[in-house]
């Protein structure tokens, strides 16, 4: 039972019904895979599931950068209010082009942090980063073309900055919101093909910064979440020694909300004796404790100092109204 998410599901269809921030059309429910639901928006009202100050801005930069909604149609965002991708563009896009109010936000993690530094089209926010080159070797369609947000390892967002002493770090984020997993193995794909061999030469690299000692077997990697924290780690690993970004140093941050309990269960038997959440094993695993950071959204944004960047307290209301748990 995914207690949180059934718990937004009832709370966002409230929030739908008696929030101004939803047109009238958009309180009706949508059809989301065959089904209507009051937590979802008809497909005609889907750009109601952003914050409205980044409806036409963050449509616009999908469609220029060819980024794929997650869930969506006709270039606009899922119609499910829990939606994971919407959830994160509701919070980091509107800190796009506000590099101050971005350092305040991440100075608690990146102590030393001088300055934010524009990722690219002069915003200091990437969505859906792939890196600049195919690092990890996986497949591309035959337009040659590769996809963010879609058949690639994608990072839900990135920034970068400048420390005190000079050293330029990027940084990977992985958005959580309602996500919980099973014990699936995900070693085989649909189509057949072992995951496995797509992978391994990053595994089998003598720098890799994985503790071999505590994984008894490649295998036992291929379970969610800890599949994606592999591949995208693979990535920030590969940035960093390309200097991508001009970074000195590319970390992944993982972003997800402690009152998501069911997150956190080990659904990698052979990962179960390591530690008690899956991101306190995922930092166990990474050799290099400074690239990897797991954080919950409460302490990150929840202490935000919102009275220093008052030209975003309208985001600020959207944000503790849509998600209390922030600051509760």
């Not at 039972?1 to 009706?28: C, D, G, I, T, W």
């Not at 209507?36 to 220029?64: D, G, K, Q, S, W």
């Amino acid at each position: 039972m995914r207690h949180f998410l059934e718990s937004e599901k009832q709370r966002l269809a409230v929030f739908k019904q008696n929030s101004p921030y939803f047109s009238p059309a958009a309180k009706a429910s949508g059809i989301y895979k065959n089904h209507a639901y009051p937590f979802c928006l008809p497909v005609e009202c889907t750009r109601e599931n952003l914050y409205p100050e980044i409806r036409f801005f963050i449509a616009e930069y999908f469609l220029r950068r060819e980024i794929k909604w997650h869930d969506g149609q006709n270039g606009n965002p899922s119609n499910h209010l829990c939606d994971s991708q919407v959830c994160c563009a509701n919070f980091l896009f509107p800190f796009a082009d506000k590099p101050d109010a971005l350092a305040t936000l991440l100075c608690p993690i990146f102590p030393t942090l001088k300055e934010m530094l524009p990722v690219e089209d002069g915003q200091y926010v990437a969505f859906e980063w792939i890196g600049q080159h195919n690092y990890l070797g996986e497949k591309i369609s035959r337009n040659g073309k590769r996809t963010r947000g879609a058949n690639f390892t994608s990072a839900d967002a990135a920034v970068l900055f400048q420390h005190q002493d000079g050293r330029r770090q990027a940084c990977l984020i992985e958005w959580k919101y309602t996500e919980a997993y099973s014990s699936t193995w995900l070693k085989l794909a649909a189509s057949g093909t072992d995951r496995t061999t797509i992978y391994q030469h990053l595994y089998d690299d003598p720098d890799c910064l994985l503790d071999k000692t505590l994984i008894p077997q490649f295998d036992s990697l291929f379970y969610e979440p800890f599949y994606q924290l592999m591949r995208q780690q693979f990535l920030a690993h590969e940035m960093e020694k390309t200097h991508e970004l001009g970074a000195d140093i590319v970390c992944l941050l993982h972003i997800s909300p402690a009152h998501n309990v069911d997150f956190g269960v080990i659904t990698s038997p052979d990962l179960r004796t390591i530690d008690i959440t899956a991101t306190r094993v995922w930092k166990k695993l990474v050799r290099q404790p400074d690239r990897f950071i797991g954080e919950y959204s409460e302490n990150i944004f929840g202490n935000f100092k919102i009275e220093c960047h008052p030209e975003m307290a309208g985001w600020w209301e959207y944000i503790t109204q849509r998600y209390p748990w922030i600051i509760e």
